[in-house]
């Protein structure tokens, strides 16, 4: 068919100045409570005269056919079909006697657009209650119509299905980069669990799955250059991601809307690299804190030693298969290179780098040749590089901001709350937010280290944070409000691309990945789509609990084990927990 | 078959004094490590020459026939042919090459002993290194067999089947009362749920699972002669317990090992059984603590407000029937009865309990008005009542020890560590431990009362414990090393009847179970078979990690979702990932 059916259009014109009339008349609208929600919360959403119509049996979606879209449409289209998801509270909501939906026509403006950082995802939804039997989805490209076809299925309730209908939705994120990050190196997680989260992302409007691949406790991904990296850094020959898992990971957050960005950490965190190539790995397989040394002489900031040798010719061999292999499997424009928490003692055990050293060079020095040699090898294969912040605000080891043109580097900041965005800013960079106050997802759950007296004190003693060097646990509530522009002017704000929760998996693999994740990564989805704010400018957190705790028990229907918020007996009775204190 | 068969004994008493004569030339062994191990630690556990030994094919356990035995040792058998665990760090064990393993025999002393408090639960096995194809497993109870059982579950691995071999233990639990609270009322948990726990709890030796069934959220129990409390009460007609579930738990429950006690809470935390009787609950439905007023004039302790009312007649009709009705369903001795958080204000709306007060009466006496009713009621059906410590130590409503028989109560004691322990065995009281400050498995998890502002505070602001009352996260650190009879002498320790770990519902159900408790459980469930502490009396926290971790995994395996305590790592890399500071 052809989409652009300009009678399509037309209706569509109508019913909006339909619905646009009706506010009028209704001028407190905005502030009204709708009886279905969407999460995350749309940008403009207009339900004059909430009501409700039936899908017909033979509802279908009709839209462009598209490599990645088409897989979505028949997904969504099974969905409203066979979800009969019944909401906690019974939605107050007549069924119009009018006619059934019977279509959703899906009108993209650009098909062509690939699913890139920065790629528009907006979108519109014209839902008549009269007159018309089609409902409208408009994009500017298949990524936003994959947005729009999941806010149509949360529109979607009951058994025999019905949708929310007389209603218009304009929606727009706030932030491009709205994303998570899962470390699968101290512990192995399975396809199936990463598809999972694809799939949970998607349902969220998150559009980056941030991969730490790699780290010093395991290397699961096999490079085919490089087959010894996982052959003997992998915890197992059943805990390895091979290049076809990759593409299925890869091509399943396609058709999910989300962009894979890999990381590969180095030059620290690569103890797991000596297990191919010892000569390239300094201080390997050490004990990580010596005994009488202090935090300063340790040789990693946790167990699982090891950083690359940038002195060694051969580490700039590897690195180059890495490079290449990554890129070639993974096709976004970003690339993760780590270059996070890079510790003296673990390089100066090394004789290379301590004559080096003896020569009046320096650790930086060090990590500039490091930086210098392999950036180009990322950049010449048309990636933007994202570093974690340490790189050039680490206090002992940091690269000069010459050597990183910040038109082909971005950098995540996780240290130091807002000081830290605000220091990448003004240095001229592009910043993802991590900050470990508020978007660390494994705080305040103790601590992994054996041998810690420090959990055996007295009965009376403080027991602070419950040993996690970050705790306490960051609450929905927390991350929810976390502003991550907060204390920048509109300027600097422009350089912030959104934000990322982050799974470190010390005390995480899959057995509690849903609960870990989910819905806490639902309330920053919120926040970097359409804000924490209301209309007013007011902080929504508290009408954002019912919203959220409804979304959650969706989401657990949906086959996400989320974790609940709050007494199912809460949802129940609005209102009835909150404190007015 | 004559279990009894005394050539049996005379063999099992030579492999023992083999044994023992390998220790006295080894005097070393006891500090050695095994490379397998059992979870909970068991309490003697002589092993001199680890070797192993193939499981037969046709390897069978015999033992007594038992309604309950049977399918024990049913379960068992298959377990240990199919399960074919391969541990994370292969046990360097050579197989000897002596004959397979073809039967376990188990003797079983007394078959008539019943699951009580109390009940004899020891047991020894002797694995044959030579010379025999048989082990023996002796206990004085079947309940002891079922932990003998497990116990030798633990000591096999590999496909095909081996197990550990040239070795003797002898194993009796520190403590009789080693619990589980699982709170069903403000989230519900299915009826899978429930077995899957009371499995898990046998693998770890536990051996009370208390069921908090019902709260003022929702009365989640279908009780035959009161019908209308869960017909109203329930959360839905899916989230009800029937008749047939409990027995279904409860029997299998005996299967296992496992006591299930029930707990219906009363008086306060009873606004559920207002949706069927509103006239005898005061309080119900109202805002938990009204603006404007300060926290000793809160009407609940959290949002859930209702007390059942003393003073109004149709109370005890209801309650006697709830009672006849639980103990009925529920045949074990101990029956817990609540009482705790009664809350003065809830009770000051009622008109009726106004005028008491205004007629010099006190809410104590109020109080003790109600225990002094209902206590008979249980006590006649022969059973043991279980209150929560604040029926005898609340600061404003309590009753008097006389009205509490310490030969036929029970306190639970939740708050103040180890100070109200003491004050609780000083009365003369047994006691069982949930200390908050180390048994609560839902703290440093947030908190769920909506609208709170103080997840909104600027960047830079101390986040405390993230909002959780009773923060940090306990860990399985923090819950191993306690002490339960921390500060007493060895007479107020004997009234220490044992410990339960709880999880209360507040942000917890079936996505969540597994996880939060295990592997936090089996920490305490060793604490309190076989102790913290090596026989040298030094804590052993340490060297428990690594066994706890391959537990942990085993666990999993076995298809309970505990929780990983470090990255696998640590696990391959024994001793490197602890701290020497």
Redesign the interface.
């Known amino acids: 068919m052809d989409y652009r059916n300009p009678s399509v259009s037309f209706f569509s014109i109508l019913t909006i100045i339909f619905i646009l009339c009706s506010i009028v008349i209704i001028p407190q609208i905005s502030a009204v409570e709708y009886p279905i929600n969407v999460w995350p919360k749309p940008t403009t959403f207009l339900w004059p005269n909430p009501i409700a119509i039936l899908l017909a049996g033979n509802f279908t979606i009709s839209a462009p056919n598209h490599r990645y879209l088409t897989p979505a449409v028949n997904r969504y289209l099974r969905q409203v079909l066979t979800e009969h998801h019944l909401p906690l509270v019974n939605p107050p909501l007549n069924l119009t006697s009018a006619s059934q939906l019977n279509t959703l026509t899906v009108i993209v403006a650009d098909v062509t657009s690939p699913l890139t950082h920065g790629v528009n995802e907006s979108y519109t939804i014209t839902i008549p209650y009269s007159g018309s039997t089609n409902a409208i989805l408009t994009a500017e490209t298949v990524w936003g119509a994959m947005r729009g076809l999941e806010t149509f299925s949360q529109l979607v309730y009951s058994n025999p299905s019905r949708v929310a209908s007389g209603l218009y939705i304009s929606d727009v994120p706030l932030f491009v980069h709205r994303g998570i990050m899962l470390d699968t190196s ?3 997680y399975g396809v199936n669990d990463l598809l999972r989260l694809i799939k949970a992302m998607s349902m969220n409007k998150l559009n980056v799955f941030h991969w730490h691949i790699t780290d ?3 290397f699961p991904i096999v490079l085919p250059s490089e087959p010894e990296l996982a052959g003997k850094g992998a ?1 197992g020959e059943s805990m390895r991601y091979t290049v076809a898992d990759v593409k299925n990971v890869v091509e399943f957050g396609m058709e999910y809307g989300v962009r894979v960005v890999p990381e590969i950490d180095m030059p620290a965190h690569t103890g797991s690299w000596a297990e191919a190539y010892p000569e390239i790995v300094t201080c390997a ?1 050490m ?5 009488e040394s202090q935090w300063p002489d340790r040789l990693a900031s946790e ?2 030693t090891g950083q690359l040798n940038p002195l060694h010719p051969k580490t700039y061999q590897v690195v180059k298969n890495v490079v290449h292999d990554v890129a070639t499997m993974f096709r976004d424009e970003l690339y993760h290179a780590g270059a996070d928490e890079v510790v003296p003692n673990c390089w100066k055990t090394d004789p290379s780098i301590q004559t080096f050293l003896s020569k009046n060079g320096t650790l930086s020095q060090i990590l500039e040749i490091f930086v210098n040699t392999t950036l180009p090898y990322i950049l010449s294969l048309n990636r933007t590089v994202v570093y974690w912040e340490d790189v050039l605000l680490d206090a002992n080891i940091q690269v000069s901001p010459s050597i990183l043109p910040p038109e082909n580097v971005i950098l995540q900041t996780w240290n130091n ?2 000081n830290n965005t605000k220091k990448i800013v003004d240095s001229g960079y592009r910043v993802i937010v991590s900050s470990s ?1 508020y978007y660390y997802l494994d705080c ?10 420090k ?2 004190q ?3 003693s403080p ?6 060097w970050c ?8 991350i ?3 502003d991550i522009t ?2 920048l002017n509109e300027a600097e704000s422009k350089l912030v691309l959104g934000g990322e929760v982050a799974l470190w ?5 899959s ?2 990945m ?2 870990r994740i989910w819905p806490r990564a639902s309330a920053m989805g919120e926040a970097l789509w359409s804000g924490n704010r209301d209309e007013m400018g007011n ?1 929504r ?2 009408e954002a ?2 919203r959220l705790n409804e979304w959650r028990y969706r989401m ?1 229907t949906r086959g996400i ?10 949802v ?2 609005p ?7």
């Open positions: 101290r512990n192995y010093s406790h395991s915890y397989n004990f990580w804190w010596p005994a167990p699982g709350g807002p106050d305040g759950h103790g601590d992994f280290i054996g041998n810690n007296s959990y055996n007295p009965p009376g027991q602070d944070d419950g040993g996690s705790g306490p646990f960051k609450t929905w509530q927390t929810y409000n976390y907060y204390g998996s010390e005390q995480a693999d057995t509690v849903d609960p902080s957190y508290a609990t019912d657990v084990y989320a974790e609940p918020i709050q007494p199912l007996w809460c129940k009775n209102g009835m927990c909150n404190t007015v204190h």
